[in-house]
């Protein structure tokens, strides 16, 4: 399916209005684009995947790209790597501007994923105004090589782009028993308890999403701190029917490093997914995605 359904209305007053006082960061004939990337320990990943973004980024001509790094103050110091390269030069970097415009980090107290994401995100919509915000994880099971493929599906209108592990084309190889029962369980009950029917993968951290979208509400009002944020942002966007696709995507074992999921992340998700269930009047918003007319 080619065409995204048409642009549903957003919220007349946005909860995060783009500022104006800030001149463009960018060519007015380029779209922009963050790639939001929180990190917890990711010392040993964090520098190949910046340095392979900022490559993929010199790749697509009409997008200005930037990087975010979200750390929670990482024991393994991969804010202080962080700082090095923002030290970078353009000639290094290959970013037509000044060294480190490309690439921002914020440092706070480790409260989940969910809560680094929301301090990401309104730290982008008050101090930039990009187009869309990428959800990116930092340990290479998200290739950046993908994320033309999600800046194409943005051209195209769509508001909410998913990297799906669960539509034809998409995989996920190697991974143990263990983490396969866990995502179908999670993916389960964010469609069948939550009610985001529509979408095959709810649980994937691979998203390109309008600012536009993010604007238009207080994400503290999802009260998701760790991973139960990706299911109740997207349940926000199926609820605001803005048009949603989802793109196939490998999802491998991460490059190196342990995973953050922990046992609190899984409780709070099976609760969230059963107040999401409650919400009032959940059913009368049909979503608004691919398999809309
Ligand atoms: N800032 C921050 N990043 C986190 C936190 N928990 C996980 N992350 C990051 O979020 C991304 C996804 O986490 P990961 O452990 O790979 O989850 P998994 O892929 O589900 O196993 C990685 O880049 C982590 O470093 C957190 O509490 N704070
Ligand atoms: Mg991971």
Redesign the pocket.
Do not use: F, H, V
């Given at each position: 399916m080619s065409n995204p359904p048409s642009n549903p209305a957003f919220k007349s007053t946005p909860s995060h209005p783009a500022p104006t006082h800030l001149a463009p960061t960018h060519p007015a004939t380029k779209k922009s684009a963050f790639i939001a990337?929180?990190?917890?320990?990711?010392a040993e990943?964090i520098e190949s995947l910046i340095t392979e973004i900022r490559q993929i980024a010199q790749t697509v001509k009409d997008w200005d790209i930037k990087i975010l790094i979200?750390?929670?103050n990482?024991p393994d110091g991969t804010g202080a790597i962080v700082k090095k390269l923002q030290k970078q030069t353009p000639a290094n970097t290959g970013h037509p501007s000044t060294p480190g415009t490309d690439l921002h980090l914020i440092s706070?107290d480790?409260?989940?994923?969910g809560?680094?994401y929301t301090r990401g995100f309104n730290h982008i919509l008050k101090n930039f105004a990009p187009d869309f915000i990428f959800q990116?994880?930092?340990?290479f099971?998200h290739s950046p090589k993908d994320i033309p493929r999600f800046l194409k599906k943005a051209e195209e209108g769509w508001d909410f782009i998913i990297g799906s592990r669960y539509i034809a084309g998409g995989d996920y190889p190697n991974w143990s028993f263990k983490?396969k029962l866990y995502s179908w369980g999670a993916n389960l009950i964010a469609r069948f308890i939550a009610g985001i029917y529509n979408i095959e993968d709810c649980t994937s951290?691979f998203r390109c999403i309008s600012a536009q979208f993010l604007r238009s509400f207080d994400l503290k009002t999802l009260k998701s701190d760790?991973?139960a944020f990706q299911m109740s942002l997207l349940h926000a966007a199926n609820k605001k029917r803005i048009p949603i696709i989802q793109i196939p995507i490998l999802f491998p074992n991460?490059r190196s490093?342990?995973?953050?999921?922990g046992h609190k992340d899984i409780r709070e998700f099976f609760f969230n997914a059963i107040k999401l269930r409650f919400k009032r009047y959940r059913w009368l918003d049909p979503p608004n995605n691919q398999k809309a007319p």
């Open positions: 990337i929180p990190t917890y320990n990711e990943n979200i750390d929670d990482s706070g480790k409260k989940g994923l809560a680094a990116m994880d930092a340990d099971q983490r951290g760790g991973y991460r490093g342990r995973s953050k999921l």
